[in-house]
T-cell receptor, first 115, second 112 residues
Framework: NAGVTQTPKFQVLKTGQSMTLQCAQD?????MYWYRQDPGMGLRLIYY???????DKGEVPNGYNVSRLNKREFSLRLESAAPSQTSVYFC??????????????FGEGSWLTVV | GNSVTQMEGPVTLSEEAFLTINCTYT??????LFWYVQYPGEGLQLLLK?????DKGSNKGFEATYRKETTSFHLEKGSVQVSDSAVYFC???????????FGSGTQLTVLP
């Protein structure tokens, strides 16, 4: 069972370069999320998509854009990478909103280094 | 505001020791509460959850009780194993944004 698949797993970028992190889920979930994980700070939400065709900003959206391409896919784009965006990025999905107790399923993470 | 505060790590225990990782939250209302676990090199996975006050979530020998009086959701296990070594995250649902707010994580190392 694939679950949530994200690519690439590792990436090194130079400051100012752009890149897109891809994410796909095969669980027919409505909601999808992008988080970043930094040491001592837990996970912070970048953007989320409550359903196909909608996207909303999370806690730390600056420097990122997202696209909910269809129900399965939710991509995260860095238009001009900065060293502060060095982090581990996690894509996740849930059937519905997490508020009512729905489990969020995470991908394995993408390690991004900006030099 | 909405926040989650959990016990700072790292925590190092011997095998078969008792584990407690404290977690408190701020909230309006009674949001669902979760514990997620992250093993080395992997993404987070749900360990247990509780969706209303006084509920007890349990899984793999871990337990946590939703205490509205103390706004807490402490994680406990009676006898830890080396395989429990991981980072543990407490989280609460955030109704306005339909997503989870995570604590900073607690690194647990269990020694044989």
């Amino acid at each position: 069972n694939a679950g949530v698949t994200q690519t690439p797993k590792f990436q090194v970028l130079k400051t100012g370069q752009s890149m897109t992190l891809q994410c796909a889920q095969d669980m027919n979930h409505n909601s999808m999320y992008w988080y970043r994980q930094d040491p001592g700070m837990g996970l912070r939400l970048i953007y989320y998509s409550a359903s196909e065709g909608t996207t909303d900003k999370g806690e730390v959206p600056n420097g990122y854009n997202v696209s909910r391409l269809n129900k399965r896919e939710f991509s995260l784009r860095l238009e001009s990478a900065a060293p502060s965006q060095t982090s581990v990025y996690f894509c996740a999905s849930s059937e519905e909103s997490a508020y009512s107790g729905n489990t969020i399923y995470f991908g394995e993470g993408s390690w991004l280094t900006v030099v | 505001g909405n926040s989650v505060t959990q016990m700072e790590g790292p925590v190092t225990l011997s095998e078969e020791a008792f584990l407690t990782i404290n977690c408190t939250y701020t909230a309006t209302g009674y949001p669902s509460l979760f514990w997620y676990v992250q093993y080395p090199g992997e993404g987070l996975q749900l360990l247990l959850k509780a969706t209303k006050a006084d509920d007890k979530g349990s899984n793999k020998g871990f337990e946590a009780t939703y205490r509205k009086e103390t706004t807490s959701f402490h994680l406990e296990k009676g006898s830890v194993q080396v395989s429990d070594s991981a980072v543990y995250f407490c989280a609460r649902a955030s109704g306005s944004a339909r997503q989870l707010t995570f604590g900073s994580g607690t690194q647990l190392t269990v020694l044989p």
